[in-house]
């Protein structure tokens, strides 16, 4: 079965600096991978989509990449804040209206 | 746009007693919604994917009697937990999906408590 992992479970960095996570999968390449933002006691809330023919999608200060070859994809934040203090959760979509599997997501903390 | 409302945002009830969550797309139709379970520090577990007008697909291990769930129209998913016991108790988020089909979108949860 596919698996998702995001390997680091917590994650602090100092604010201004680039934090970057990191979303490694098995087996075959999807249609498409998306990242979402979960604070506290929320649902999560869709930041970027990015498909298997891409390799790379930007939206303001954030960075996603894709290498369908190391089946990893990066996410970047730059000049980051202690506003972007969430879980960040990797999400896998093997084809349109079909179902999204989850990573466990990063906690990530951004100290003043 | 884009936005999924759902309600109650928690509720708190007895054991044996059943409750139902809506999930309602406010600005848009979704051809798809999804049911997930969240328990404390775990990501989210897909529970059942249901179609308007359709019954819904149910995931391994997910007892179809215990949570029903209907998509009566496009815009409106319910999902019932019936018969609700202490373990049922979880955060419970639904996500809807247009006809474009590429993106889920997630609607507050709602934090059930059974007592």
């Known amino acids: 079965s596919q698996k998702i992992e995001q390997n680091s479970e917590a994650l602090n960095i100092q604010e201004g600096k680039t934090a970057t996570l990191t979303c490694n999968y098995t087996?075959?390449?999807?249609?498409?991978l998306q990242w979402y933002r979960q604070d506290p006691g929320r649902g999560p809330v869709f930041l970027l989509l990015i498909r298997e023919n891409e390799k790379e999608k930007r939206k303001e200060r954030l960075k996603v990449t894709f290498d369908t070859t190391l089946k990893q994809s990066l996410f970047h934040i730059t000049a980051s804040q202690p506003a972007d203090s969430a879980t960040y959760l990797c999400a896998l979509l093997y084809s349109s209206a079909s179902k999204i599997i989850f990573g466990s997501g990063t906690r990530l903390s951004i100290r003043p | 746009g884009a936005v999924v409302s759902q309600h109650p945002s928690w509720v708190i009830c007895k054991s044996g007693t059943s409750v139902k969550i809506e999930c309602r797309s406010l600005d848009f139709q979704a051809t798809t919604m999804f049911w997930y379970r969240q328990f404390p520090k775990q990501s989210l577990m897909l529970m059942a994917t249901s179609n308007e007008g359709s019954k819904a697909t149910y995931e391994q291990g997910v007892e179809k009697d215990k949570f029903l769930i209907n998509h009566a129209s496009l815009t409106l998913s319910t999902l019932t937990v019936t018969s609700a016991h202490p373990e049922d108790s979880s955060f419970y988020i639904c996500?809807?999906?247009?006809?474009?089909?590429?993106?889920?979108?997630f609607g507050p949860g709602t934090r059930l408590l059974v007592l």
């Open positions: 087996n075959y390449s999807p249609a498409y």
């Open positions: 996500s809807a999906q247009g006809d474009q089909g590429e993106t889920q979108y």
